[in-house]
């Protein structure tokens, strides 16, 4: 284990020992009893409360870190979600919905993730697809949509949790090259990891697990040309180190619930090149997921937070986690998954682009449409997805 690595594992048991210390001279120099009532620390187990109140996510009860297991692996969280759009189009005068949607709001840029920013904080890396860009040029597309939002947004990623983004898609270049790298600096100036037509990006957890990730978009006849780069692009980012890879797909039809003849076998040969993980977008609707040689691919994460429009027909969505045992020599396998089922809006009737994790009943529905999803794409490609959507992990650490 490495230095990072043990100072990681002892760092939550260290404050647990230190708040435990006796009393003494020095101690009593620097503790404040004005901050409790009559001058009196609460009793001892509410104080207990109160210290394991403070641990990190990944703490156990005597602070040891449950990510790091007896036998030298470690076990790492990855969530990921679907599209997320704010700003609006520039070619249009006035506000638009976004902006006035923030303007509602006591968070300010922190209110689109807010009732989600607490899952984001609990895993290792969050990865979401980005559909828009960070610029104030003006659109140089004919597009029926453009997005684009000033460069200081990327804080609604930032207060979310957001680790990562895939950068490929159908609106990137709704600014042109300018735009684009417009987006591309202020992500990179937020510390947010990026992936698109401009190259892989990496992310290194907090454990020292390397993450590898790659971003494509399918259109304009481009199958041919991840076909013939796919292995080599995950086998540079093996070479440079990562111990898993996760490759982010724009593809399929707009509206399509079931992936198509095109999406799975390049699904399937993704797999095949080596990657751990494939996450798809564009259809903007929950799709199933294929579990391939042991492998997931989840077709379509459908939206998540999307300023793209104000009332979509379909507001359903999830969050999906899944959790890698990575071992000493670099090696990693699947150690589970769950999804958690989501509103795009906090909102029955309107679109406030604030996803919103649903109550037991509505999860429950959400995870019947998905089975029915399952069937439909077994049989019309034959393809066999998971056997079920838990929305607790299984196994717990």
């Known amino acids: 284990m490495n230095a990072r690595k043990t100072c990681a594992r002892l760092a939550p048991l260290t404050l647990i ?6 009393a003494c001279g020095a101690c009593e120099e620097v503790l404040d009893l004005s901050q409790f009532e009559n001058g009196q620390p609460p009793a001892a187990e509410v104080w207990e409360d109160a210290v394991f109140e403070t641990l990190p996510w990944y703490a156990r009860e005597d602070g040891t870190d449950w990510r790091y297991q007896d036998d ?11 599209d997320v759009t704010i700003g609006g189009d520039t070619r249009k005068s006035g506000k638009n919905v976004f902006d006035k949607q923030l303007e509602q709001e006591p968070s300010g840029l922190a209110f689109p993730f807010e009732n989600t920013r607490a899952i984001f904080e609990a895993d290792d890396m969050t990865i979401v697809n980005f559909e828009g860009t960070l610029t104030d040029t003006k659109s140089q597309t004919d597009n029926s949509f453009s997005f684009a939002a000033p460069p200081e947004y990327v804080q609604v990623l930032t207060s979310g ?6 950068l490929e898609n159908n609106h990137v270049l709704d600014h042109g090259e300018q735009g684009y790298e417009d987006t ?12 698109g037509h401009l190259g892989s990006a990496t992310y290194t957890t907090d454990t020292g697990v390397d993450i590898g990730m790659l971003s494509y978009q399918t259109f304009n006849g481009n199958y041919k040309n991840i076909y013939a ?6 086998k540079a980012l093996r070479d440079a180190g990562c111990e898993l ?3 982010s797909y724009h593809w399929g039809e707009e509206k399509d619930y079931v992936p198509n003849e095109r999406q799975v076998p390049l699904g399937r040969a993704t797999i095949d090149a080596g990657a751990d993980l494939v996450i798809g977008h564009h259809s903007h609707r929950m799709n199933p997921i294929e579990v391939y040689n042991g492998k997931y691919i989840c077709y379509s994460l459908g939206n998540f937070s999307f300023a793209g429009n104000t009332k979509p027909d379909d507001m359903d969505t999830y969050i999906f986690q899944q959790r890698f045992r990575v071992y000493p020599d670099g090696t990693a396998e699947n150690a589970g998954f769950r999804i958690i089922p989501c509103s795009i809006s906090s909102q029955e009737d309107y679109n406030d682009f604030k996803p919103t994790p ?9 995870v019947e449409r998905l089975l029915e999803l399952n069937q439909e794409m077994q049989d019309t490609y034959g393809v066999t997805a998971v056997g079920d959507y838990p929305t607790e992990w299984l196994t717990t650490y």
Not at 161 to 166: D, L, N, T
Not at 184 to 195: F, K, P, Q, T
């Open 358 to 366: 649903m109550d037991s009943g509505e999860s429950a529905r959400v």
């Open 245 to 247: 890879v996760i490759v």
């Open 17 to 22: 020992m230190l708040l435990a210390l006796p």
């Open 184 to 195: 591309c600096a202020a992500l990179a100036g937020a510390g947010i990891r990026y992936s």
């Open 72 to 82: 030298g692996s470690v076990i790492v969280t990855i969530s990921a979600t679907g």
């Open 229 to 234: 780069s796919i292995e080599g692009d995950i």
């Open 161 to 166: 949790s957001v680790e990562a983004v895939s």
